[in-house]
């Protein structure tokens, strides 16, 4: 399913509601984007920009889980208004989506099917059915337990992930891409036997920083891996490295190994 | 054992918890000096089952160790027939209520992730953006990657969140 020819998207244009006439332009198949389904956990500073965009992209079916209810201090960040305070994250976002995309000019086989969990993903029986129904899932999350959670589970039904992280001063981030058994998981890059410990960096006060910029930045280059994973085009990287400190360097890195001993990949992969 | 008793028994916990390396490591062994688990599955293996009879029988040790009562806030902990991933635990705060405590998948590698009660008197997680109910960096780090820790050392981790959120203690320098 790569792009769509010049003259495929000749053909298209005149049939394609006006919302995603640019998006044939730029030869997106988007009847095929339509039956895609996808699972965003967290729908915070990166999970409402990756939702929006895969929204606007075309994309067919969206899941969101996240535990938390939009406060004042998410307003640094884009998605949310005043008018969301108060309300389940994952709800005011899905309502957000549905609203963006599906009205009665818009044809009902280009609307948006969202649902949206209030809840805590770790332990929640329903998160095993959902991976197992999406096409890709994207971690937008801010805890290292939940994002090794997931990867347990994508492994196990061998979805494709992309977990997108800001580092706790928010001038850098990473992008971690995972073809199940093809690339390394999240557990290869943090899990137990390596050296690396989230957990080991200092901390001011509580709350880690956040800038819209660089959530922005990050958001964009996940759906961008994801768009290319769903329509089979361009190139995948397994780990990008996104430095705004001073110099502005995004880092896509190829050479990077599965971990010998990764317990979860000893499991999954024969 | 008297709360002020408690106070400096969980004091002198504090002061371990926030302390250097070595001292992390001292902490370490005198919480499984108290009691250190033997089977180290996880909720996703064939084995857990008698790991989680283990998690019950240590509550039991921790509610009678030298110390008195380690674990004022807990009575009973109990795991669910339905789902590996939850152990049901009996909190006693103003009132008492019955709560859920959640297991990543990778437990007992990872600590627990979160115990809510049903009223919501006490939500408090391992990791969390909302400071007012994370654990951080007073369980990170001082957890034992090993499987050798269970439930019962990461409620005595929340004993301590509870006691420094509700009665905030003050730190020696020394």
Redesign the interface.
Known sequence: MPLLTPNERRKILPRTPLMFSRLVVAGIPIKDLLRKKVLIAGA?GLGVLVAEMLARSGVGSIYIIDR?NVREENFNRLGFTRDDVGRPKAIALATKLVNLRNSVEVPQEYHIHVRGFHT?L??W?QLENLVADSDIIFSCL?????R??LN??IMKYKKPFIDGATSIDSLSGTIITVIPCKTPCYECYY??GTSI?L??VE?IG???ASLATTMAIIAALQVDQGLKILLNFGKIYPLIKVYLKKEISISPIENVKIREDCPVHRRFCK | MSFDDLLEELEALELLLRSSREKKKRLEHRLLEIYTFKNTASPIDVDWRRRAEEEERAFSVFKRTKYGDLLPHFLSLKASNQNPQYFYVIYKGNQIEPAIIKLPRLYPELPPNSIVSINKSIEVYTSHTDSSKCLGNLVKGRWSESGKMGIPHWLLFVEVYLVLTRHPIKIRKT
Not at chain 1, 142 to 146: K, L, Q, V
């Open positions: 915070g938390d805590d770790i332990g029986p801010d805890n290292e337990e939940a090794r959670e347990y589970l899990g137990s410990r957990n080991n901390r509580y709350c880690d």
